[in-house]
């Protein structure tokens, strides 16, 4: 079985000796050159910093707008733009066509491979607009059957929990939820220790992200997540992140973070690919050393949407104990995330081709393919 293990954790990087952490595999920043007069845009390039300043103008009228039309009218205008966004932008349209592709197998109709792909950039949509509207506080409308059952074993093993999602549903409102939850079960403890003195303490929990290089929406994101007990932690600001979580980890809290590729031009670190869907996809390594490192188990947690509100499906804990080879972990859980995103397709949040060359990602390390456990 599987088990949390023991005996001494490898060492990290950044953590009292120089680096930055997780087994050489974190993101780093660019080290600084020469300035150099910049290079004409290719076609797509300028159609990438098109699509970048229309995104920050769509965000920016949703928050001026937020106020004088209703949420359900928003997200109605939401979903018309994206689907005007794929009928004007051919690469996008091709990449959401490939990944569905992928998804519902070779012998899918290319009717259905659009309508997939047409059903993602709508969900995508609305969960931008979610996040700009903030003030709607959908993670008040979560349920969690069964969650509690996994969450108890993971943390009966004394090392904190990595919960792990994809880019899938609203991921921005688990955390949200969880801090919630934390609370809730603090003041719980508080008031029944309370004629022994003994008052729990709120556990640690922080959000592990990527700058979105939209800074309306970063903002929005910042602010969604502005609640008492979620700690915001940047990875790529700082090659000493790692130093962080491993005490947040120690001290029993929660640290969250998204185990695929949201955006491909953001350095991800070694990648590694596994089999997902039957082919090679690339995933960030670091999550699985994270967790042989700190002896924390995995969560794979998802907050998917679930009639009008959202559902949070907890599986079973990922226990490292059980992995020598962070690759072996990591294609253990890539398993648990196909099984999600065949379940519900078109809340897999990933608009860019998932299943690309690694030359295609800011990519570090080995290109050959992990076995499936």
Known sequence: GQSSGGGERPPLRGEGGGGSGFGGSVPRRPSPVARQAPAAPTPREGRSRLVLAGSAAGFALAGAFAAALSPSWLLALGRLGALALYAAMPDLAAALRDNARRILGPGSSRPARGALARGVLASFARFALEVVLSSRRPQ???????AKEHFERARAAGKGIVCATLHMGNYEVGPVFLAGLE???ATADRDRDDARATPDKVRPLAILYSGDPVPSFERARSRFRGVPGLEEIAIDRTPFFGVRVLSILRQGGLVLLAGDIGDPKLEMGELARVPFFGEPAPFPIWPARLSIASGAPILPSFCVRAGGGYRLEVEPP??????EDPRELLARLVAVFEEKVRRYPDQWLVIHRYWRDPSGYRFKGPSQPVARP
């Open 183 to 185: 609370r809730a079960r």
């Open 318 to 323: 990922i226990f490292p104990g059980a992995f």
């Open 140 to 146: 008040e409308r979560v349920e969690c059957p069964g």
